[in-house]
């Protein structure tokens, strides 16, 4: 019988567990906290499809990356209310296919496979999402761009991955702040009111941590590009003739650092 279940995609709920890799207990559970729809009913019975499978493993992966009960249901259950904290800045409300945001993009298959393989162009479900938005159309434009202009996309691939790994480490050290403090010596009260603070508001925190990050960013690499054209006049022996008397203009790359 089971065999034949399988064969069909339809398991009873014993069937549905062997499948999963669940205890039956465990099933009822996810029933019991709505994260788990209930079978279609046949006889004394419930059948559950393929489409309950992927719901458990989606479950079980949000579970392994300690997503609280409350949270998992959002994600799975596609409650956006619960979630509008999180998604708060206006590009957020667009709703793309991959196939859409090649066409409204530009980008090719190529570019977009290179960013998925960089980690960077993620599964909109990593997301609590059911489609890709306008952050990532915006992203995937702006890569298109840079293939336009010659950028290989060996070089593509490697900009995503020093993005991804960087700012993932920067960005869970900016959670754990919020969560358990971080390196400060906090008050317990205190902390505790941050984080009422952040639950309570935080589509207007979040937004605003975003500018942080954005202007942050934006800074940095000013700085960083400056200071390598500095760099380059500096060692360069064509910029500087050694027996000329007249003082090289200030440049505007150069101003600073007079």
């Known amino acids: 019988m089971l065999a034949l279940m399988n064969a069909t995609d339809r398991w009873r709920i014993d069937a549905l567990a062997h499948e999963t890799g669940l205890t039956v207990d465990t099933i009822r559970y996810y029933q019991r906290q709505d994260l788990l729809p209930p079978g279609e009913r046949e006889g004394r019975h ?9 719901r458990i493993r989606r ?28 998604f708060a800045d206006d590009g957020e409300d667009l709703r793309f296919s991959l196939d859409e945001m090649l066409e409204r993009s530009g980008a090719t298959p190529e570019v977009a496979a290179e960013l998925q393989e960089a980690g960077i162009l993620r599964d909109p479900q990593d997301f609590g999402r059911t489609a890709y938005d306008g952050d990532d159309l915006e992203m ?6 840079m293939a336009n202009a010659g950028v290989p996309l060996h070089a593509l691939r490697e900009l995503g991955q020093i993005y991804a790994r960087g700012i993932e480490e920067t960005q869970r050290r900016v959670v754990e702040l919020f969560v358990d ?26 937004p605003a941590m975003r500018r942080l990050v954005d202007y942050t960013h934006h800074r940095t690499l000013q700085r960083l590009t400056l200071d390598a054209v500095a760099s380059d006049i500096a060692i360069d022996p064509d910029a500087v003739d050694p027996d000329a008397t007249e003082e090289l203009p200030v440049t505007s790359a150069s101003a600073d650092y007079v």
């Open 46 to 54: 419930r059948i559950y499809g393929p489409e309950h499978v992927r």
């Open 59 to 86: 479950i079980k992966e949000l579970q392994a990356r300690r997503f609280s009960i409350a949270a998992i249901h959002a994600l799975v259950s596609g409650d956006g209310d619960r979630l509008d904290g999180v």
């Open 181 to 206: 403090g971080g390196g400060i010596d906090w008050d317990p009260d205190e902390l505790e009111r941050l984080r009422d603070v952040v639950a309570r508001d935080a589509r207007t925190i979040l």
């Open 140 to 145: 995937l434009r702006g890569m298109a761009r």
